[in-house]
């Protein structure tokens, strides 16, 4: 049976021969299939630019003055507020904050190390153990560390990513934490010093 005999129009060409026409059907699932491939390409096209033009920069955190900070933690805490005597080359402070509103106050002061790593001090009069719980994520025990005469307990992270010194005080809880190898930060803690 011939496309003809069928209901397709036979096409009939120059030299006489007779070809069938594509079924409609034929040239719908061709139309879908060209579409798909330009949808792919383009599809391909902008993630390929999203990779190299899409990503936000990440500018590491501005460099801070924290003396203001520092003197207004000084005259109101009840506690001595501790501060670096100096800080090694590169390090830069990027966040201070005194909260001194009501029988609990704390005192925050954070650094970038020159190799990108974050140290914090942090500082309060609140129970020692929520303080430390809500200051560093390290929560487990290891080797306690003797720092200008004193004994600072050691904690570190689970996945061993972050360190903190805890020094229990007279009314104050002092945390220095961060991700910063141990060492940097045993130097920290021996740097700091009370406000006068």
């Given at each position: ?8 129009p ?34 391909a ?28 933690a ?45 140290v ?42 972050e ?9 104050v ?24």
């Amino acid at each position: 049976m011939t496309g003809a005999e069928r209901g397709h129009p036979a096409l009939v060409g120059e030299d006489g021969a007779v070809s069938e026409r594509s079924s409609g059907h034929q040239q719908s699932i061709s139309g879908l299939f060209g579409a798909l491939v330009v949808v792919l390409v383009l599809v391909a096209a902008v993630w390929g630019l999203s990779l190299t033009h899409g990503r936000p920069s990440v500018r590491p955190a501005e460099a801070i003055d924290y003396s203001a900070d520092l003197a207004e933690a000084g005259r109101q805490a009840p506690f001595a507020v501790l501060a670096p005597a100096d800080t090694p080359s590169g390090w830069v402070a990027t966040s201070a904050r005194w909260s001194g509103a009501g029988p609990e106050v704390s005192w925050h002061l954070g650094f970038r190390t020159d190799d990108g790593e974050y140290v914090g001090l942090e500082q309060g009069n609140q129970s020692p153990s929520s303080f430390v719980a809500a200051r560093t994520v390290a929560d487990q025990p290891v080797e306690p560390a003797t720092i200008a005469g004193r004994t600072w307990s050691t904690l570190i992270s689970g996945d061993g990513d972050e360190h903190a010194l805890v020094l229990l005080g007279e009314g104050v809880t002092t945390v220095v934490t961060g991700t910063a190898p141990e060492e940097d930060l045993i130097a920290f803690a021996a740097s700091l010093r009370a406000t006068d």
